[in-house]
């Protein structure tokens, strides 16, 4: 399956910064990648659909100017919080998809203070 | 739309009990079904999957069968370890456009010694 990095994995910010994730595929070219957002005990929320050399689409619900997402190559997507408030503070899970099977990154947590 | 039913646990065994956790859904069309597993910290691994009605997958010693009649996918082990302790997604992914993926709550599995 597909290898999938994400940087960092862990950051700490203070409430009115923006900070950005980057999503990686390590060994296969994605045109399209995939960013989640887990809470504490609960499942995955997919929040866009991310498209290489396009823009992304948001599922509903989700701010695409405080959530922006950038596919500038096969291989690198990311995803840039804006003006963090504590209520961000998550789990951020990215993904690319390989024929039927979507294979996910390890995750960020993000802590926003 | 497409959605997902899983016990939502915490389930504890003991090491070498047998275990089952169940997995129903609701999706239009013919999507493909997952199992996918968290350890703590860390993001999802594919487990096992089945892309069509009949299909076991298999991998660890876990297996799961796609049951249309019932719209289930249940994970069954036979003998589980310590090291399976963990959190199990149930997720299903239509099969056309984005092939977007619907995950259940997730259960959580404590296996003691």
């Known amino acids: 399956g597909a290898v999938v990095s994400q940087h960092p994995s862990w950051v700490i910010c203070k409430s009115g910064t923006s900070v950005k994730i980057e999503c990686r595929s390590l060994d296969f070219q994605a045109t399209t990648m995939f960013w989640y957002r887990q809470f504490p005990k609960q499942s995955l929320m997919l929040m866009a659909t991310?498209?290489?050399?396009?823009?992304?689409?948001?599922e509903q619900g989700v701010e695409k100017d405080k959530f922006l997402i950038n596919h500038a190559s096969l291989t690198l997507s990311t995803l840039t919080v804006t003006s963090a408030h504590p209520e961000d503070s998550s789990f951020y899970i990215c993904?690319?998809?390989?024929?039927?099977?979507?294979?996910f990154g390890p995750g960020t947590r993000l802590t926003v203070l | 739309g497409n959605s997902v039913t899983q016990m939502e646990g915490p389930v504890t065994l003991s090491e070498e009990a047998f275990l089952t956790i169940n997995c129903t859904y609701t999706?239009?069309?013919?999507?493909?079904l997952f199992w996918y597993v968290q350890y703590p910290g860390e993001g999802l691994q594919l487990l096992l999957k089945?892309?069509?009605?009949?299909d076991k997958g298999s991998n660890k010693g876990f297996e799961a069968t796609y049951r249309k009649e019932t719209t289930s996918f249940h994970l069954e082990k036979g003998s589980v370890q310590v090291s399976d302790s963990a959190v199990y997604f149930c997720a299903l992914s239509d099969t056309w456009g984005y092939q977007k993926v619907t995950f259940g709550i997730g259960t959580k599995l404590q296996v003691i010694p």
């Open positions: 089945a892309t069509k009605a009949d």
């Open positions: 999706a239009t069309g013919y999507p493909s």
């Open positions: 991310s498209n290489e050399g396009s823009k992304a689409t948001y």
């Open positions: 993904s690319v998809r390989s024929t039927d099977t979507q294979y």
